[in-house]
């Protein structure tokens, strides 16, 4: 049975429950009052459907409050079952009173049918709907359940999806890094080997220079040998201009880093000096009288920066509150101005 089935099973218990308890409250009036109207003094007799429907009026309470308890899970205790015991054998002992005075058994036997069943719809109807509302609860909990299930396989699928999805990263990542490293080793392999044919190139060559030069002359190998230290003192040369290079790259590096530094430490001076000078001028406390429109100024300001309510400020300052809050305006509208801009 799903919740649709017990909801309706449930309408279906209320609608016929109102209706045994309207048609057992209507034929209470019907047969109590002739009985009380009897037992009334004359000029009372007026008041003889009272009773009938005070009775009544307590079947419907316990009725409706037990449905209520009932669809909540909750449980009266024993004043609830004591009034609607004491209801129901009232409703009785009222319908099959005046018959029971006459000794009509078949008449007593006849008006005891509709409070009886007053007081077994009340009773049954009230495990009913206790059912009822375990059924609902059942359902509810079971749907709960599966759904808390759904979404742990869908929390689980996801992670299956995301380990996957990393997995799959990984590998491309691993992948490209192979490629990468052996390219690179590919790379450095035919650099060592053009150099390679480049120093065996050079080597030959200089083997045929070598035996070039021991056929030459004296004047020739000499010639060569100057002209040998020249480049090598060129190649000094080279090697210690290169050296100044770097080292003046280095020197202007440093010039610089030493410049952002000092021009760091001024800025942490100078703001270091703007907070000195703001807490002295907040914590010199509401002055005697008002301040000097310059130094009141510098006082506003400095509420303001300090985020201030605007009556403290007229308080530091010994200004009014509407001159501080112009002041507050034009300190918002010059910060509001540049980020426009």
Do not use: C
Request: overall charge neutral; charged content about 35%; hydrophobic content about 40%.
């Amino acid at each position: 049975m799903n919740r649709v089935q017990i909801r309706s099973s449930e309408r279906a218990l209320s609608v016929g429950t109102w209706l045994i308890v309207g048609g057992a409250m209507l034929y209470s009036v019907l047969t109590v009052t002739p009985l009380m109207a009897a037992h009334t003094a004359v000029g009372w007799r007026w008041t003889a459907p009272i009773l009938p429907l005070v009775v009544d009026a307590a079947v419907v309470i316990v009725v409706r409050l037990d449905s209520v308890l009932a669809r909540l899970g909750g449980h009266g205790g024993a004043w609830p079952v004591a009034l609607r015991w004491m209801t129901g054998v009232m409703t009785l002992a009222l319908n099959i009173g005046q018959s029971a005075l006459a000794g009509d058994v078949v008449g007593a036997a006849v008006h005891a049918v509709a409070p009886l069943l007053l007081i077994v719809t009340a009773e049954a109807g009230l495990a009913y709907r206790r059912a009822l509302t375990a059924a609902v609860l059942t359902v509810e909990a079971r749907k709960r359940a599966e759904q808390e299930e759904r979404d742990r396989k869908t929390a689980e699928r996801e992670e299956n999806r995301l380990r996957d999805a990393r997995e799959q990263r990984d590998h491309e990542a691993a992948t490209a890094r192979e490629q990468r490293e052996h390219e690179a080793r590919m790379a450095r392999e035919e650099a060592d080997r053009q150099e390679r044919i480049r120093r065996e190139e050079r080597d030959r060559a200089e083997a045929a220079a070598a035996a070039e030069r021991a056929e030459r002359e004296r004047r020739e190998h000499e010639r060569e040998q100057a002209e040998a230290e020249r480049e090598r003192l060129e190649r000094q040369a080279t090697q210690q201009r290169d050296l100044e290079a770097r080292q003046k790259v280095e020197r202007e590096r440093q010039a610089r880093a030493e410049q952002v530094e000092r021009e760091r430490r001024e800025q942490a001076r100078e703001q270091e000096r703007i907070e000195r000078e703001r807490a002295e001028l907040l914590s010199a406390g509401p002055p005697a009288e008002k301040l000097p429109e310059d130094r009141a100024r510098a006082v506003v300001q400095s509420a303001f920066t300090a985020g201030l309510a605007v009556r403290v400020a007229a308080e530091l300052s010994g200004w009014s509150v509407g001159w501080a809050s112009a002041r507050y305006q034009e300190h918002r509208d010059a910060n509001t101005a540049p980020a426009l801009g």
